[in-house]
Each structure stands twice: as structure tokens, then as C-alpha cells.
T-cell receptor, first 111, second 112 residues
């Protein structure tokens, strides 16, 4: 079993829809949770960074962390074609060594 | 506003050739990382440097070496390239272990 599970998609939605992206994990030591957006032929770009459980909102993006269920989510409101990309979840227990990444969910927003 | 810069962006090698991938960051970060990204396997850590003067192995270090040249620069060397090392290589950096990593745009490496 992988430490982090993420549905690879692809996920296709119409423009304006609410998108829900999710990851589950097995390591209870994870404390820091991140979402990255990766456009084709580009590097991962940090979208959201949260510590422990709870919600964080930034514009159209909301990140949720439920440590009791070992489940994190990223919601995108009023999705735009420019949101079409691969979204990676990432988790970290702190310290310098290892950040664990999901394999990514490919999202396509159709105009 | 460069962030993390990787060179070259593309490279084709023959089996057995050697090359060095370069990475530089201008954010005064202490820690730097090298990953490879392969379809269906996500990002896998090759080597990292927690601070200037230190380097440590990640989960897939075989066939690679690294050098932390100074605080800004962290290079990855393939001594004898193999087809299994065909991948996209990303360099990342961060201030410390409790901060998120920031990535470059990658080097796409093909080994024939």
C-alpha cells in the first residue's frame, strides 16, 4: 500500500463547476499538507500549504485536512479552463528529509 | 524573480555517457533536493542537501551523485547513463524542514 493515494483521473468538468480533488494517506506522522499545480512541461507550483487539521482558503481554492480520517481535499470554485493541469498532493512530517507526493490527478476544465 | 533555475531544459544522451544537471536558487534557501518524475510513479527523491556542506541519499540514489557547490547551487551527476534513467528531473529548495518546497521547471533527459 502506498503512503499516499491519489486518483489519477482524468477528471473532466465544465467551466464554472466546483472541483473536488482528494488524497488519502496512511502515515499518522504527517503534519504539513500541500497542494501543487503542474502544467504540462512545467515544474510543480505551490498552491496551498496547511499545518495540521482544518480549512484554508485562498481565492477560489480551499484546502481541507481531516487528520482523524487521514484525508485531504482541494476544492476549486468557479473552475476555469486555465485550471486545467495536474494537481499533486504532498505531505510532510517535518524535518529535512522526505516529502511524500501523490501521483497526481489530471484535471480538464472544458469551456 | 527567477526562483529555482535548472539547466539544461532538454538533453539526449547515449548509454554510458556522463552529464551534470545544474540547479541554482536565488531565495536564500538552506535545503535543496533532486527528484525524478516518471509516469504513474510520482516524484521520487534522489538526493537532498539539508544545508550547505551536507548531502544525503533519498529513496532512489543508485547511479547518481550530487554536489552542493555553495548555498545557491546543487548539481546532479550521472556518471554512466542508463536507459532506466530516462526521466524528468526536478530540483527543489526550501528555507527549512517545516516550509514547503519550491520547484524548478525540470530537465527532460532521454538516454538511448
Amino acid at each position: 500500500q502506498k503512503e499516499v493515494e491519489q486518483d489519477p483521473g482524468p477528471l473532466s468538468v465544465p467551466e464554472g463547476a466546483i472541483v473536488s480533488l482528494n488524497c488519502t494517506y496512511s502515515n499518522s506522522a504527517f503534519q504539513y499538507f500541500m497542494w501543487y499545480r503542474q502544467y504540462s512541461r512545467k515544474g510543480p507550483e505551490l498552491l496551498m500549504y496547511t499545518y495540521s487539521s482544518g480549512n484554508k482558503e485562498d481565492g477560489r481554492f480551499t484546502a481541507q485536512v481531516d487528520k482523524s480520517s487521514k484525508y485531504i481535499s482541494l476544492f476549486i470554485r468557479d473552475s476555469q479552463p486555465s485550471d486545467s493541469a495536474t494537481y499533486l498532493c504532498a505531505m510532510d512530517s517535518g524535518g529535512y528529509q522526505k516529502v511524500t507526493f501523490g501521483t497526481g490527478t489530471k484535471l480538464q476544465v472544458i469551456p | 524573480n527567477a526562483g529555482v533555475t535548472q539547466t539544461p531544459k532538454f538533453q539526449v544522451l547515449k548509454t554510458g555517457q556522463s552529464m551534470t544537471l545544474q540547479c541554482a536558487q536565488d531565495m536564500n534557501h538552506n535545503s535543496m533536493y533532486w527528484y525524478r518524475q516518471d509516469p504513474g510513479m510520482g516524484l521520487r527523491l534522489i538526493y537532498y542537501s539539508a544545508s550547505e556542506g551536507t548531502t544525503d541519499k533519498g529513496e532512489v540514489p543508485n547511479g547518481y551523485n550530487v554536489s552542493r557547490l555553495n548555498k545557491r547551487e546543487f548539481s546532479l551527476r550521472l556518471e554512466s547513463a542508463a536507459p532506466s534513467q530516462t526521466s524528468v528531473y526536478f530540483c527543489a529548495s526550501r528555507w527549512d524542514g517545516n516550509q514547503p518546497q519550491h520547484f524548478g521547471d525540470g530537465t527532460r533527459l532521454s538516454i538511448l
